[in-house]
C-alpha cells in the first residue's frame, strides 16, 4: 500500500501546497485538490499492481492520500455492491439501470469514505481532534472512525436533525451540539467556538473528496473498467459528484479509461435547490439559498462551498441537476423497497424521483447504463402512516 501523493493544488489558480503540511483550503477561497504521480501508478498498473485484492477502497491506496498504513483507521468502508435493478429499471423504462448500494457501509452511508480518508490523513499530519458540522450521516461517520481512533470528536448539528442520528454520534463517544437552522447556521457556531480540532467540513479540507473519489474507482472497476452513460448523484455539498468527476480524469491518467466521460446529474429537492437554480441561470457560482427546509435532511446545504467546482463537473460532463418536488420523496422510497428490497434514505429518494424526472423529459434515454447512488440507509428514517398510503 503506497500512495502516490505528490502534493495539493488549487483547482481555480493552481496554487501548489505541501501534502506533508496541514491545509484547508487555498487562500483564494476555493478547495484543494489532492494531486498525484500518476506515471508512478501508471506503471503499477502495467506490472498488475493496481488495485490490490483488498475488499475495500483502500483497494485503490496508491492514489489515496496516506503514506503510511499505521494510520489508516479503516472499518471496512467501500467495494460496495453495483446491483442491475431490472424491476425498478423496468418500471421508470430504462434498459440499464444500476444502483450503487452505499448503505453497505460501516455506518451505513457514503459518507464513510470521506471521512475515513480524511480522518487517517489528518492523524497522519498530527491532527488528534476533529469536528464538522453535519445534518445525520457524517456526523454518525465521523464519530465512529474518531471512536476506532482513540481521538474526540465534536459534531454540530441542527436540532431538527431525526433523535436516532444524535443518539448514534453520542453512542460512538462524540460531543454532539444542538444548533437552530441549517446545516449552514450549524457550521457558524462550530466557527464561534474556535476549539483546537481539525475542521472536516465538506470541501473545507482536501481529502474527504479522496475519500468519496473511490466511488467512481469503484463504478468503472465493476463494469470491467468501462464508463456508465449518467450517474446520478443526490447533491447537497457535492463531495461525491466532484470526487468521482476527478476519478475518472486520474483513470484516463493511469490508463485504465479513455476520453469518454459519465454525464454527472446533481438532483436536489425542490425546497433547497442552489446548484438547480445556478445551471439554469449558467451562472459561475452558486448564490445562496433561504432556508431549505427539506426533508432530506442531507440535501439542506444552501450554500455549497465547492460550488464552482460542482458547477464545473456537471458542465464538463454535458449533465445537468434536476430538482424535484417534496412530495415526491417518501413516495420513491416506497418504490425502492417494494420493487428492489431496498430502504433507501430520502437524499437517495431524492435521486430516483430526479433520475425519473430526466427520463420522462427526454435527457435520459432509455438505452442507457444510467447509475443511482443509493447514498445511505433509510433504517433512521422510518416511514410513517401517511408515507406508507403511497
Known amino acids: 500500500m503506497i500512495s502516490h501523493i505528490s502534493h495539493l493544488e488549487c483547482p481555480r489558480c493552481s496554487r501548489k501546497y505541501n501534502a506533508e503540511r496541514t491545509a484547508s483550503y487555498c487562500i483564494c477561497g476555493s478547495s484543494l485538490f489532492a494531486i498525484y504521480d500518476t506515471i508512478g501508478v501508471s506503471e503499477a498498473v502495467g506490472r498488475g499492481e493496481f488495485p490490490s485484492r483488498v475488499n475495500s477502497m483502500w483497494r485503490y491506496s496508491q492514489l489515496l492520500p496516506v503514506k503510511s498504513p499505521s494510520f489508516i483507521v479503516s472499518l471496512g468502508e467501500g467495494w460496495t455492491p453495483l446491483s442491475l435493478s431490472r424491476r425498478l429499471g423496468r418500471h421508470l423504462g430504462l434498459k440499464i439501470l444500476r444502483i450503487k448500494d452505499e448503505a453497505q457501509n460501516p455506518t451505513l452511508s457514503f459518507k464513510d469514505r470521506g471521512l475515513c480518508a480524511a480522518i487517517s490523513k489528518h492523524l497522519e499530519l498530527g491532527s488528534n481532534a476533529f469536528a464538522l458540522p453535519s445534518a445525520g450521516n457524517a456526523g454518525i461517520s465521523a464519530s465512529a ?23 448514534v454520534c453520542e453512542t460512538f463517544g462524540a460531543e454532539v451540539v444542538k444548533v437552530d437552522g441549517t446545516l449552514s447556521d450549524s457550521a457558524t457556531e462550530m466557527s464561534k467556538r474556535n476549539g483546537d480540532w481539525m475542521d472536516l467540513s465538506t470541501t473545507k479540507e482536501p481529502y474527504r473528496v479522496e475519500g468519496k473519489k473511490t466511488l467512481g474507482f469503484e463504478i468503472a472497476e465493476q463494469l470491467g473498467w468501462k464508463v456508465p452513460d449518467a450517474i446520478i448523484c443526490p447533491t ?48 459561475e457560482e452558486i448564490e445562496p439559498w433561504s432556508n431549505g427546509n427539506t426533508i432530506a435532511y442531507g440535501l439542506r446545504v444552501p450554500s455549497p462551498f465547492a460550488g464552482h ?34 430502504e433507501i434514505c430520502p437524499e437517495a429518494a431524492v435521486g430516483l424521483a430526479g433520475l425519473r424526472n430526466l427520463i420522462e423529459s427526454g435527457e435520459i434515454d432509455y438505452s442507457e447504463d444510467v447509475v443511482l447512488l443509493n447514498t ?11 408515507n406508507l398510503n403511497h
Not at 147 to 156: E, I, K, L, N, S
Not at 256 to 277: D, H, I, K, T
Not at 376 to 386: A, D, Q
Request: glycine share 12%; proline share 6%; with cysteine.
Open 236 to 283: 447537497g455539498g457535492g463531495t461525491a459528484l466532484i470526487g468521482i468527476w476527478k476519478a475518472f480524469d486520474e483513470l484516463e491518467a493511469i490508463g485504465l479509461v479513455g476520453n469518454e466521460r459519465p454525464r454527472m446529474y446533481a438532483a436536489q429537492s425542490g425546497a433547497c435547490a442552489p446548484v438547480v437554480r445556478a445551471v439554469e441561470k449558467n451562472a
Open 145 to 167: 472512525y474518531c471512536a476506532a481512533a482513540g481521538v474526540p470528536a465534536h459534531v454540530f448539528m441542527p436540532t431538527e436533525t431525526p433523535k436516532a442520528f444524535f443518539q
Open 309 to 342: 467546482l460542482i458547477l464545473n463537473a456537471i458542465r464538463r460532463s454535458g449533465g445537468s441537476a434536476v430538482a424535484v418536488a417534496e412530495q415526491e420523496i417518501e413516495p420513491s422510497r416506497r418504490m425502492a423497497a417494494l420493487m428492489e428490497g431496498l
Open 376 to 386: 445511505g440507509s433509510g433504517s433512521r428514517y422510518p416511514f410513517t402512516k401517511t
